[in-house]
């Protein structure tokens, strides 16, 4: 992979160098990674000192070995912030141009762009019975692959919900067939109906993106969360040309993990187009990164027993860690300054250092209450099945896929995410753009997940900037009691800001507690957005 033979070879090249002029070993260093030294200074301003340091520093950090160790540790997914990296290679089969399968809508005010969408037999693939329609995005060479289930209940009149997985790099068809859909996929890699799926009460649609993700395929490099937020806004005006009866009813963004990064900037995009054909209502976000500034900072009491759960890393362990948060907060800071790939990269590859220890007790990093169950794919046999679902060659031509092989997550999406230090950059100042403007949002988390634990989104929505701060961050959690009178977890809601902890979930909680997800999401588009605050 060419990223990290680069990031490895400016290590190599960083150990060789004179350790007595920090500031000229960098400028090296950059120099002979191809970087242009004055277009950093430029992007920076004056940080540029204090960002060489920090890039000497991390350099300095470990040995040649270990940092060689390191970089292969990341780039093998297990410093990622949510599901994904498994290492693939996709062969893309061109779009036909004319393919009587689908219906073809194209709009002159986005030139370029075209929306195929092909209706589905409900029983060929036994998903569910429902009106569904799969197609592609098209823009030039480049393909997004959409998956649309009517509501179960009321589709002229239910919301709709648009469902993202995160990664960067990680398929929608994630929470369709693991999570949140019509159907899981069993071990005989046959659909097994879901009765807590979200459109018991709602139409979803399950979108692949950005490019390189799932099904989707292209020649588009979507390196960052802003990129990709516009192409998406672009389907959503079509989807809802199309499909113009949904256009007039409520819509939700909903997702979770790096959907923490994607969500906010798609609902600004959306929020920031006056022209729009449809209307935003709400979005949820399910155990995201937002603000890795604050929430970098609650992996040392997720693992050492402040949230909830026996500590798992010893207390010197614990104190270790406790030392890195304080370089990682500094580099962030640094990060959210200057917003610049220079000053965001070292500070995302030193901060997940933070992860280490709890790496290294076998912990699945999804669920801080067991190891993982032995599946090739992200800790979960269930993600095996449905990625060999989704290759079985009758799937694939049941919903039009134009890929020869499916992957759960692509690497190469995310190394292009890496490349721009998207994950480290701050996403929380578009929640307070919605909240300001009156747009609803729904903070959940699963408890038991380490990687983007409820004790960070706890935290940074308490520390959010935004017209009702001082009073939200005042109010204490209360109990949330769920439809069948049962106490699933704790809730504090105001202004529009409503932040939820799922107790006995872990990083995706429609798969850890379906019956409690399914009662969250239906209280929430039902008008419920504080349940019972």
């Not at 017209?467 to 769920?482: D, G, K, M, S, V």
């Not at 704790?490 to 997800?517: C, I, W």
Request: with cysteine; aromatic share 14%.
């Amino acid at each position: 992979m060419k990223l990290k033979t680069l990031l490895l070879g400016q290590l190599a090249y960083g150990a060789s160098l004179n350790s007595q002029s920090p500031l000229g070993d960098v400028t090296g260093l950059l120099s002979h990674a191809g970087a242009s030294l004055s277009s950093l200074r430029s992007s920076v301003g004056g940080e540029t000192p204090a960002l060489l340091k920090a890039w000497t520093e991390l350099l300095k950090s470990h040995s040649i070995g270990e940092m060689k160790g390191h970089v292969d540790d990341f780039y093998e997914g297990k410093f990622w912030s949510s599901p994904r990296n498994l290492h693939q290679e996709r062969v893309f089969s061109k779009a036909s141009e004319a393919d009587e399968r689908y219906d073809v809508l194209t709009l002159d005010k986005y030139s370029g762009y075209a929306l195929r969408t092909s209706k589905k037999d409900p029983y060929s693939l036994g998903i569910d019975t429902v009106k569904q329609y799969s197609g592609y995005l098209d823009q030039g060479d480049n393909h997004f692959f959409y998956y649309f289930f009517e509501s179960r209940n009321d589709p002229a009149n239910d919301p709709v919900i648009l469902w993202l997985n995160g990664g960067p790099g990680c398929s929608s068809m994630t929470g369709l067939f693991f999570e949140l859909g019509p159907s899981s996929i069993g071990e005989d890699l046959k659909p097994v109906y879901n009765p807590y799926s979200w459109n018991s009460n709602a139409s979803v649609i399950f979108l692949e993106q950005p490019i390189g993700v799932g099904y989707s395929y292209g020649e588009e490099e979507v390196t960052n969360s802003y990129a990709a937020a516009k192409d998406v806004f672009v389907f959503l005006e079509l989807f809802f040309q199309k499909f113009p009866k949904f256009a007039s009813n409520d819509f939700h963004v909903a997702g979770e993990s790096y959907a923490g990064h994607y969500i906010p900037a798609i609902a600004s995009e959306i929020i920031n187009h006056a022209d729009r054909s449809f209307e935003l209502t709400s979005v949820l976000i399910g155990n995201g990164i937002t603000d890795s500034l604050v929430q970098n900072d609650y992996y040392e009491p997720m693992a050492c027993g402040k949230g909830g759960y026996k500590p798992v890393l010893e207390k010197e362990q614990c104190e270790g860690m406790q030392t890195t948060a304080k370089r990682c907060s500094q580099l962030t800071k640094a990060c959210y300054k200057a917003q610049s790939a220079f000053a965001c990269v070292p500070a995302m590859l030193y901060c997940n250092r933070l992860l280490e220890p709890y790496v290294n007790t076998g912990l699945n990093v999804y669920d801080i209450r067991g190891p993982c169950d032995g599946g090739e794919s992200l800790c979960y046999k269930g993600l095996d099945y449905v990625e060999q679902y989704l290759n079985l060659p009758s799937v694939q031509e049941a919903l039009g896929s134009e890929v020869e092989k499916y992957v759960g997550c692509s690497d190469t999406v995310g190394s292009r995410f890496v490349l721009t230090g998207d994950e480290a950059k701050p996403f929380q100042g578009y929640i307070t753009e919605l909240l300001e403007s009156g747009y609803p949002v729904l903070i959940y988390a699963g408890d038991k997940d380490f990687i983007c634990n409820w004790l960070g989104n706890h935290g940074w929505t308490d520390d959010l900037e935004w017209l009702f701060a001082p009073t939200y961050r005042e109010l204490q959690l209360q109990p949330w009691i769920n439809s069948a009178g049962e106490h699933s977890g704790e809730v504090k809601s105001f202004g529009g800001l409503t932040f939820l902890r799922v107790f006995d979930a872990g990083h995706m909680v429609p798969y850890d507690q379906p019956f409690n997800a399914l009662d969250m999401v239906n209280a929430w588009i039902s008008g419920n957005q504080t349940f019972g605050y």
